[in-house]
C-alpha cells in the first residue's frame, strides 16, 4: 500500500516519465484513454498499481455518463463482472545506454476529493523519481476531417514552451470550469515537478448526427508528438491506416449531402493548419523508410 494505491511490486525505473490519460470530460473520441492504452500494448508494459476507483468515484450520478462495472450474463450465468480501474504500468527501455523510462496511468477521472487522488499518484511518482510528468486529452469541436487534429498544450512552468516550440502546438487561453489535468498540472508545479498537458480537437458534426466515438486521428497527432519526447520507438502505422480509414468514411458521407461538403469547406477555411512532421532519427533503414514516406505525402501519393 502507498496510501490508497495498491502497489504490487514496486519497480526500479531511470529518470522515468509518467504519461496519463483519463476518462471523462476530456477524452473526446477515447483520445486520452485510447493514447495510453496503445503505449501499454505497444511496450507491452507491466502492471504494478492500481488505485481503486470506488474511492474516488461514485459508481452512478444523475447527468453524467455511468461508470457501473460493465457484466455479462449467459443462459443466466454471470460470466463477466468488469468494474472501471486506474491501473499503473511501467515499460523499462532496453540496454543500459541512457535513456528515460515509462510510469503509464490509464484511469477514470475522480468525481471526488481531486487533491487527494492527484497527490496520491504525485507521491508515488516521486518515490519512483519521475521528473516530469505529460497528461492526453481531447475535446469535441467543429474541425475539418480534412485536416491533421490541432493539438494545444498547457504547462506548469513558462520555460517548458522553449522545449515545445518545435512540436507544433497551440498555447491554450482558457477560462472557465477547470479540467481535471489543469488540477493536475498545478499540483505538479507545486511540487517543482515538470508538466505538460497536450490536448487533441477531435472530429464533432452534431448538427449531421457525426459523432466519432474512437478517434485514431486523434491519437495519432498526440503519439507522434509524444514518441520524440518521450523517447520511445514506437510503430504507428496501423494508427495511420485507421486514421486514413476514418477520412475516407466521413468523406463518404460528404458525397451523400451537400449541406455537410459546404460545412466541411467553411471548416477547412477558418482552420489553420500545424501539420507535425517527426525529426528523422533511428537505423539507417528507418530514416530511408520516413524519408519515402514523406517524399510520398509531399507529391500527394497514398502511403504503403
Not at 130 to 143: H, I
Not at 171 to 182: I, K, L, Q, V
Request: glycine share 8%.
Amino acid at each position: 500500500m502507498n496510501g490508497r494505491i495498491l502497489i504490487r511490486e514496486m519497480p526500479s525505473l531511470r529518470q522515468p516519465y509518467l504519461v496519463a490519460g483519463f476518462s471523462g470530460w476530456v477524452d473526446g473520441g477515447q483520445a486520452a484513454t485510447g493514447t495510453v492504452k496503445y503505449l501499454v500494448r505497444k511496450l507491452d508494459a507491466t502492471p504494478f498499481a492500481e488505485i481503486p476507483v470506488a474511492d474516488f468515484n461514485v459508481f452512478q450520478m444523475p447527468g453524467v455518463e455511468s461508470l457501473r462495472p460493465h457484466s455479462k450474463t449467459e443462459d443466466g450465468v454471470i460470466t463477466e463482472f468488469r468494474p472501471p480501474r486506474n491501473e499503473l504500468f511501467y515499460w523499462k527501455k532496453p540496454g543500459p545506454g541512457p535513456g528515460h523510462d515509462l510510469v503509464l496511468l490509464q484511469g477514470v477521472e475522480p468525481q471526488l476529493r481531486w487533491p487527494e487522488f492527484i497527490g496520491e499518484v504525485l507521491d508515488l511518482a516521486q518515490r519512483l523519481g519521475v521528473g516530469t510528468v505529460y497528461s492526453v486529452g481531447a475535446v469535441l469541436g467543429g474541425v475539418p476531417h480534412t485536416r491533421e487534429p490541432a493539438v494545444s498544450c498547457a504547462v506548469s512552468h513558462p520555460a517548458l514552451k522553449r522545449e515545445l516550440e518545435q512540436f507544433k502546438v497551440r498555447y491554450s487561453n482558457y477560462e472557465g470550469p477547470a479540467t481535471f489535468n489543469t488540477a493536475l498540472l498545478v499540483q505538479c508545479r507545486e511540487r517543482g515537478l515538470k508538466a505538460v498537458h497536450f490536448n487533441g480537437r477531435a472530429v464533432y458534426y452534431p448538427e449531421f448526427g457525426i459523432v466519432v466515438a474512437y478517434n485514431p486521428m486523434v491519437m495519432l497527432a498526440l503519439l507522434k508528438r509524444l514518441r520524440v519526447l518521450l523517447g520511445v520507438d514506437v510503430d504507428l502505422s496501423d494508427l495511420e491506416s485507421a486514421s486514413r480509414e476514418l477520412v475516407e468514411r466521413l468523406n463518404g458521407l460528404e458525397t451523400q449531402s451537400a449541406k455537410l461538403r459546404e460545412y466541411v469547406a467553411e471548416l477547412e477555411r477558418n482552420f489553420t493548419e500545424m501539420r507535425y512532421e517527426p525529426p528523422i532519427s533511428g537505423a539507417p533503414e528507418e530514416i530511408v523508410r520516413d524519408a519515402e514516406e514523406f517524399l510520398r505525402r509531399q507529391r500527394g501519393e497514398e502511403p504503403k
